[in-house]
Nanobody, 114 residues
Framework: VQLQASGGGLVQAGGSARLSCVAS????????LGWFRQRPGKSRELVAT???????SYADSVRGRFIISRDNAKNNVDLQMDTLSLEDTAVYYC?????????WGQGTQVTVSS
């Protein structure tokens, strides 16, 4: 399984960005798909996940601003990010997880400027 993330780039504070991650290989709908991020000088942290049955969870820091969505038919998971702040600057990683299996995308940089 390989995950390919796209989107991100340079965004002004208060703006929006959309990340997309497409999985190649066998990703069935029992996988939990998610987005994590690593801010400068920080460890990787969970941003949002969507589990089977479309059970969604968000980090407190992004709840109400970010929306995660998945399309099982297309093997993809998107992250819509609105009202971005400087603190959202990070490398964003998509993840697919099922039991002991965990796959990561290559990471995509999101830089929020003032």
């Amino acid at each position: 399984v390989q995950l390919q993330a796209s989107g991100g780039g340079l965004v002004q504070a208060g703006g929006s960005a959309r990340l997309s991650c497409v999985a190649s290989g066998s990703i069935h709908n029992l996988y939990t798909l998610g987005w994590f991020r690593q801010r400068p000088g920080k460890s990787r942290e969970l941003v949002a996940t969507v589990a089977p049955g479309n059970m969604i969870s968000y980090a407190d820091s992004v709840r109400g601003r970010f929306i995660i969505s998945r399309d099982n038919a297309k093997n993809n998971v998107d992250l819509q990010m609105d009202t971005l702040s400087l603190e959202d600057t990070a490398v964003y990683y998509c993840n697919a997880r099922y039991t002991s299996y965990s796959f990561w995308g290559q990471g995509t940089q999101v830089t929020v400027s003032s």
